[in-house]
């Protein structure tokens, strides 16, 4: 049910007062232009949240990046959590998840030819962008994870709230999870209510809409987790010919929210085994050797280690896997859909925007004689859970 992963630390909410105090100076320091807002020419649509943990953001962005690439030049700037480097750096073929971000890394690794920037100043960052050789033809520019980053007013500001984690249930750091007051949703043109089951009905749709209470200038939408087709990380790896529910499988993933992933797995395959590491977690040797040994433990022939494409990207690279984990080591993309038919609403939004604002307008037609019928390439329709090489 909706808010079921929520926990508040009641003990804790004496700091929590202190917390709200200091969020409610900042931003009323930016509502009386104290703190500047800027705005840019190049439109900038905002993907964020307000609570801590995982909301699904990079599979909402690279939603974006689809359904925009079709049609202009899209650039992604994200801040780099977690990279080794500092200031502006725009990822090439040579950039590495320590230089640039797991996130970020990942992202290149799946659209080569769409400009992904790092930059923590992401006004600078949108400078960079809008006026190096490189990318000053972008017609719009994504930022990942920046609804917290009150010196950008971008055109459209997308706020996502976990179905599991509603920040209507939620409370401020560190009773909570809330990183924000649950006002500082105004700020959103967009809400997403992200992971929902598929089992909701459309009472729960009402219910959930009202008890929202957003406000006529912003749109609400559902979306939920989808499953492509898993693939090996290595060379030498190789899929089960054999359906899931007759698969055991050692779920590995470092990542913020993994019980929603838990949760759609499980009835899909033989055994599910969880090994779950912090978000974004650095796996050393200890971590190597601790999958290794759990792989190696578990019983029977028809066996798979899964994991997702950002943990993908942090184990590409990690010395000291076995053999057998490397043979058996397969990546689970996710992707989102819309429910209760949003999608074309949705995509209609976006595009319409972008249309609308591109400095130059020449460049924002299609470039294909695709109709924004839906956000996805072809070669990207939903699939059912299968671990059979086809």
């Known amino acids: 049910m909706e808010g079921d992963y929520i926990k508040i630390r009641k003990w804790l909410r004496p700091l929590s007062f202190l917390y709200r105090i200091g969020i409610g100076i900042r931003n009323q320091l930016f509502e009386l232009k104290i703190l500047k807002t800027r705005s840019f020419t190049t439109p900038v649509i905002s993907v964020g949240n307000i609570t801590v943990g995982g909301t699904g953001k990079t599979p909402h962005v690279e939603y974006l990046v689809r359904l925009l690439s079709k049609y202009v030049n899209v650039a992604v700037l994200s801040r780099g959590y977690k990279r080794k480097t500092k200031g502006y750096i725009l990822a090439d073929e040579t950039s590495t998840m320590r230089s640039i971000g797991d996130e970020p890394y990942q992202m290149k690794l799946k659209f080569p030819d769409i400009n992904i920037a790092v930059d923590a100043n992401r006004c600078e960052g949108i400078d960079h962008i809008m006026n190096d050789e490189k990318t000053k033809d972008t017609d719009v ?45 105004s700020r959103a043109d967009i809400v997403i209510i992200t992971k929902c089951p598929d089992t909701l009905n459309p009472i729960d749709f009402r219910v959930l809409t009202k008890a929202m209470k957003l406000y006529a200038y912003q749109s609400l939408f559902f979306t939920s987790l989808k499953y492509d087709k898993p693939y090996p990380l290595f060379p030498e790896g190789k899929l089960p010919e054999i359906e899931p529910i007759n698969i055991d499988v050692l779920l590995l993933t470092g990542i913020a929210g993994p019980s929603q992933m838990i949760d759609d797995l499980r009835p899909k395959v033989h055994t599910l085994t969880p090994m779950t590491y912090p978000d974004h977690h650095a796996f050393r040797r200890k971590d190597i050797e601790r999958i290794n040994n759990a792989f190696s433990a578990m019983e029977g022939n028809n066996k798979v280690i899964v994991t997702t494409e950002k ?61 924004p019928k839906n956000g996805n390439r072809s070669g990207h329709r939903p699939r059912t859970i299968s671990f059979r090489d086809n």
Not at 159 to 167: F, G, K, P
């Open 311 to 371: 943990d993908a990207a942090r184990l590409r690279n990690a010395e000291g896997l076995s053999e057998e984990v490397r043979e058996h080591l397969v990546v689970l993309p996710v992707e989102i859909k819309f429910m209760l038919d949003g999608q074309e609403l949705f995509n209609n939004k976006i595009i319409s925007y972008v249309q609308k604002n591109s400095r130059n307008s020449i460049l924002v037609r299609k470039k294909d004689d695709d109709t």
């Open 141 to 185: 520019i994504i930022l990942d994870d920046a609804f917290q980053h009150r010196y950008v007013k971008p055109g459209i500001n997308i706020l996502l709230v976990d179905y599991h984690r509603l920040i209507i249930y939620d409370e401020l750091l560190p009773a909570g999870s809330l990183r924000e007051p649950i006002e500082s949703k």
